[in-house]
C-alpha cells in the first residue's frame, strides 16, 4: 500500500448504530486530519492530530469520536449519528516538521470513506 | 477565521486551449500557504500545485502555474494546454503555518474540458 488508505470506501449505516472509519498513511508524515464533504458546502476540518496528540477539534459533535493510536493511524469512531451527517470523509496526512528546515506542509488525501446514514 | 472565495462554480474550456481559475481569499496572516487541489471524478483529491506567501515568484508545475498577488490577496491557477484529464472540481485552500496546520478550502470549481 502506499499513499493515504481508507477503508471502508462506502458504508450505510443507521443512526443507532456504531462504526468506525480506519485511515492509514504510509509516507512516514506527523500530522493527520478528518475532513468532511457535503455536497454544496466547502471541505471542512473536522479534527488535526499532530505527533498524535489532537491540536485541533473544529466544534464537531460528540457523536464523532477520533482516535490516533500512533502516528500512521487514524479512526473515526461514530455513533448515534443523524441523516444530514452523510458524507464523504475524507483523510489527510502531512509532514509539519523536517530537521532539514524545508517543511512544505501539502496534505496527501485518501480516496475517502463515503458514508449514508439512513 | 480564513475565508477563501471562489466565483466560478463552473467553468468549461477545450481540449488544448487555456483557462483560469480564481481565488480570492481574506486573512490578515503575513506569512501563509496557498494550494490547489484537484478532485477527479474518481474522489481522489491531488495536489496541483503550491505558494508560499513569502515568495514573490509564482509558483509553475509544467501546464500548471498560479498568478499570486499578494496585495490583492488572489490566487488564480491559469491550465495551459486543457487536457480531458483536467476534467474536475479544483479547490483553492489557504493554510497558515503552526497553528494545526489544517487547510481552509473554497466551494471550488468544477472544471470540464470538452473535446
Known amino acids: 500500500e502506499t499513499g493515504v488508505t481508507q477503508t471502508p470506501r462506502h458504508l450505510v449505516m443507521g443512526m443507532t448504530n456504531k462504526k468506525s472509519l480506519k485511515c492509514e498513511q504510509h509516507?512516514?508524515?506527523?500530522?493527520m486530519y478528518w475532513y468532511k464533504q457535503s455536497a454544496k458546502k466547502p471541505l471542512e476540518l473536522m479534527f488535526v492530530y499532530s505527533l498524535e496528540e489532537r491540536v485541533e477539534n473544529n466544534s464537531v459533535p460528540s457523536r464523532f469520536s477520533p482516535e490516533c493510536p500512533n502516528s500512521s493511524h487514524l479512526f473515526l469512531h461514530l455513533h448515534t449519528l443523524q441523516p444530514e451527517d452523510s458524507a464523504l470523509y475524507l483523510c489527510?496526512?502531512?509532514?509539519?516538521?523536517?530537521?532539514?528546515?524545508?517543511?512544505?506542509?501539502?496534505?496527501?488525501f485518501g480516496p475517502g470513506t463515503r458514508l449514508t446514514v439512513t | 477565521a480564513q475565508t477563501v472565495t471562489q466565483s466560478q462554480p463552473e467553468m468549461s474550456v477545450q481540449e488544448a486551449e487555456t483557462v483560469t481559475l480564481s481565488c480570492t481569499y481574506d486573512?490578515?496572516?503575513?506569512?501563509?500557504?496557498l494550494f490547489w487541489y484537484k478532485q477527479p471524478p474518481s474522489r481522489q483529491m491531488i495536489l496541483v500545485i503550491r505558494q508560499e506567501a513569502y515568495k514573490q515568484q509564482n509558483a509553475t508545475e509544467n501546464r500548471f502555474s498560479v498568478n499570486f498577488q499578494k496585495a490583492a490577496k488572489s490566487f488564480s491557477l491559469k491550465i495551459s494546454d486543457s487536457q480531458l484529464g483536467d476534467t474536475a472540481m479544483y479547490f483553492c485552500a489557504f493554510m497558515k503555518p503552526y497553528s494545526g496546520y489544517a487547510l481552509n478550502f473554497g466551494k471550488g470549481t468544477s472544471l470540464l474540458v470538452t473535446p
Open positions: 509516507l512516514g508524515h506527523n500530522a
Open positions: 489527510a496526512s502531512s509532514q509539519t516538521y523536517k530537521p532539514s528546515g524545508s517543511d512544505s506542509y501539502e496534505q496527501y
Open positions: 486573512t490578515s496572516e503575513n506569512n501563509y500557504y
